[in-house]
């Protein structure tokens, strides 16, 4: 029997910073566009794999399923109706063109990370398919490269997104994130343990949120394209040293201010910008439900926003537990993070 190998792959929680990634990388063009900053931490919630080497790539997942040989033109002729399992071929063409590598089988056990829903499910994959060739044929590929081959294969997958979400490879618990040609990645150590909530609203269309923001880069052609540059530029970047300094200090109120500050530029300058089908409707009803608000220290949006995903910061384990609770009994399945 082929030697069989586990593999996890965390998602992650965008705490500040949503969008700066991809943004910063239009300073090759226009060097006035900021660089790119944010505040990532991995989460509880990932995708756990069973993989082993095979003659053949195949990937199962419910009821998402690929066999093919494993030649570039057969995996060249797979298209992209289904977004998440073109990344799994996108990085599986990677790693073919690229490294000497056969076949491998993938096989999905077990996913509590929701698709499409802001915590990253297709980095993850990518970075779960990477890590499977690399394990298993040992190609001794570094974390951080692990990182750009996902994020690649991301991108040809045609998802305009950012290196942020590819944070997932490297297993750290909270880091501030600097884009710009290179990628600096720094590790914060709050001096208070941090208690967060975050729950799934709904799956949105991320490819599409992406596709309407890159509009408005790299040269600002009219109002629109101003406030969406300076939202994830000069505001973000004031956003990321505050959300530290108030980390590192143990100023957890002033950091739950912060974010609903954060949620209520996003919703001035970004959603009108989205138009009425990416309208944050259930986010905000959820925000301002008077159980919730009893409970919360500040709330704001998780990735590319558009009602995918809500986080809390709480002020305590007990209000962590009963704001769950509250969740729960309103419809949403909550999650607990601490940091």
Same mark, same amino acid.
């Given at each position: 029997?082929?030697?069989?190998?586990?593999?996890? /792959?965390?998602?992650?929680?965008?705490?500040?910073?949503?969008?700066?990634?991809?943004?910063?990388?239009?300073?090759?063009?226009? @060097?006035? $566009?900021?660089?790119?900053?944010?505040?990532?931490?991995?989460?509880?919630?990932?995708?756990?794999?069973?993989?082993?080497?095979?003659?053949?790539?195949?990937?199962?997942?419910? %009821?998402?399923?690929?066999?093919?040989?494993?030649?570039?033109? @057969?995996?060249?002729? +797979?298209?992209?109706?289904?977004?998440?399992?073109?990344?799994?071929?996108?990085?599986? #063409?990677?790693?073919?063109?690229? +490294?000497?590598?056969?076949?491998?089988?993938?096989?999905?056990? %077990?996913? %509590?990370?929701?698709?499409?829903?802001?915590?990253?499910?297709?980095?993850?994959?990518? /970075?779960?398919?990477?890590?499977?060739?690399?394990?298993?044929?040992?190609?001794?590929?570094?974390?951080?490269? $692990?990182?750009?081959?996902?994020?690649?294969?991301?991108?040809?997958?045609?998802?305009?997104?950012?290196?942020?979400?590819? $944070?997932?490879?490297?297993?750290?618990?909270?880091?501030?994130?600097?884009?710009?040609?290179?990628?600096?990645?720094?590790?914060?150590?709050?001096?208070?343990?941090?208690?967060?909530?975050?729950?799934?609203?709904?799956?949105?269309?991320?490819?599409?949120?992406?596709?309407?923001?890159?509009?408005?880069?790299?040269?600002?052609?009219?109002?629109? =394209?101003?406030?969406?540059?300076?939202?994830?530029?000069?505001?973000?970047?004031?956003?990321?040293?505050?959300?530290?300094?108030?980390?590192?200090?143990?100023?957890?109120?002033?950091?739950?201010?912060?974010?609903?500050?954060?949620?209520?530029?996003? =919703?001035?300058?970004?959603?009108?910008?989205?138009?009425?089908?990416?309208?944050?409707?259930?986010?905000?009803?959820?925000?301002? %439900?008077?159980? /919730?608000?009893?409970?919360?220290?500040?709330? #704001?949006? /998780?990735?590319?926003?558009? =009602?995918?995903?809500?986080?809390?910061?709480?002020?305590? @384990?007990?209000?962590?537990?009963?704001?769950?609770?509250?969740?729960? #009994?309103?419809?949403?399945?909550?999650?607990?993070?601490?940091?």
């Amino acid at each position: 029997m082929p030697k069989e190998v586990k593999i996890f /792959v965390p998602g992650r929680l965008c705490l500040f910073g949503e969008h700066s990634d991809w943004a910063s990388e239009y300073r090759s063009i226009n @060097k006035n $566009i900021e660089k790119g900053y944010a505040l990532v931490a991995t989460i509880n919630q990932g995708i756990y794999a069973r993989v082993k080497k095979s003659k053949k790539f195949k990937f199962s997942f419910n %009821d998402k399923n690929i066999c093919f040989e494993m030649d570039l033109k @057969k995996l060249k002729e +797979y298209n992209f109706r289904d977004e998440f399992l073109s990344c799994v071929i996108e990085t599986a #063409k990677y790693m073919l063109n690229n +490294y000497n590598v056969s076949g491998i089988d993938i096989n999905i056990e %077990d996913m %509590d990370l929701p698709i499409g829903s802001g915590l990253s499910s297709s980095s993850a994959i990518c /970075v779960l398919v990477v890590k499977a060739f690399n394990n298993l044929y040992k190609l001794k590929i570094e974390l951080e490269d $692990i990182m750009n081959i996902s994020y690649g294969s991301e991108r040809s997958a045609n998802f305009k997104c950012g290196k942020m979400d590819h $944070i997932c490879a490297l297993g750290k618990k909270l880091v501030k994130m600097e884009f710009d040609k290179e990628l600096n990645i720094k590790e914060i150590k709050p001096k208070n343990k941090l208690y967060f909530v975050f729950c799934i609203i709904k799956k949105k269309n991320t490819r599409k949120i992406l596709e309407i923001l890159n509009e408005s880069y790299p040269n600002i052609k009219e109002l629109k =394209d101003k406030a969406v540059q300076k939202t994830f530029g000069e505001y973000n970047k004031q956003t990321i040293t505050k959300a530290i300094e108030y980390i590192e200090n143990g100023y957890v109120k002033r950091l739950g201010k912060l974010m609903t500050e954060s949620q209520k530029i996003f =919703d001035k300058n970004i959603t009108p910008v989205l138009g009425e089908e990416f309208k944050e409707v259930n986010l905000h009803k959820i925000i301002n %439900d008077k159980e /919730v608000k009893k409970l919360i220290l500040g709330a #704001k949006g /998780v990735g590319s926003h558009g =009602d995918g995903a809500v986080q809390f910061l709480v002020e305590s @384990k007990e209000k962590q537990k009963e704001l769950q609770k509250v969740l729960d #009994k309103i419809g949403y399945k909550a999650y607990k993070l601490d940091i």
